[in-house]
């Protein structure tokens, strides 16, 4: 039969007490056979408290900048040809995504291509925005598509990243708007297609 040591730390003074629950039943706590450190509520990595579930591990506590989960979309594209801008602009695409601690990080990152139909001196703006239950819709990453100076309707990549910074565990929804517009003001059809967005949650 195996046995079962107890040893205290001569280096020490504290008193460490194991205690049992208030039950009514008969429990069997069993013992991994390997070495290692017990992790509680109280350590600063391995298991995080939030994350226990009865009688499981639902997830760990990882270390500051550690990606946590990642959402992806794709979509095919969308015609715009709208003057309204920042959170009333057009919605190409968007995703969900639930952060698991308030205060952590939302890394987006949106990519894709747009064209205007007829050649124009061409101004037209996507944003990047964000919502939670509880938070209004707010842009944050604004970035201006088209040829300014001379009237084309060539393809014009574009590239968005962001960081936002949670302040609830309540679902974010994660949009692209854009509009569809000339330097003038006047509504100009424009097509955003080979669209993504990716968002990573990062540990703050």
Do not use: H
Request: charged residues 10%; aromatic residues 6%.
């Amino acid at each position: 039969m195996s046995k079962i040591s107890i040893e205290g730390n001569s280096s020490g003074t504290g008193t460490f007490t194991i205690a049992s629950p208030n039950s009514n039943s008969n429990r069997t706590l069993d013992l991994p056979d390997n070495a290692g450190t017990f992790i509680t509520t109280g350590s600063t990595t391995g298991i995080d408290a939030s994350a226990l579930s009865t009688g499981t591990v639902a997830a760990a506590r990882l270390p500051a900048g550690s990606v946590l989960q990642s959402v992806t979309a794709s979509f095919s594209g969308l015609t715009t040809s709208s003057t309204s801008t920042e959170t009333s602009a057009p919605e190409w695409g968007s995703l969900t995504i639930t952060p698991t601690a308030s205060g952590n990080y939302l890394l987006v990152i949106a990519q894709g291509v747009c064209q205007y139909a007829t050649a124009c001196l061409g101004e037209s703006f996507s944003y990047i925005t964000y919502a939670a239950t509880g938070v209004s819709e707010a842009v944050a990453a604004t970035i201006v598509s088209g040829n300014e100076t001379s009237s084309l309707r060539t393809y014009d990549a574009f590239g968005m990243t962001v960081r936002i910074t949670t302040s609830t565990t309540n679902q974010y929804t994660i949009r692209m708007r854009a509009n569809g517009k000339d330097v003038n003001g006047v509504g100009r059809s424009v097509n955003w297609t080979n669209n993504q967005i990716v968002v990573l949650e990062i540990a703050a």
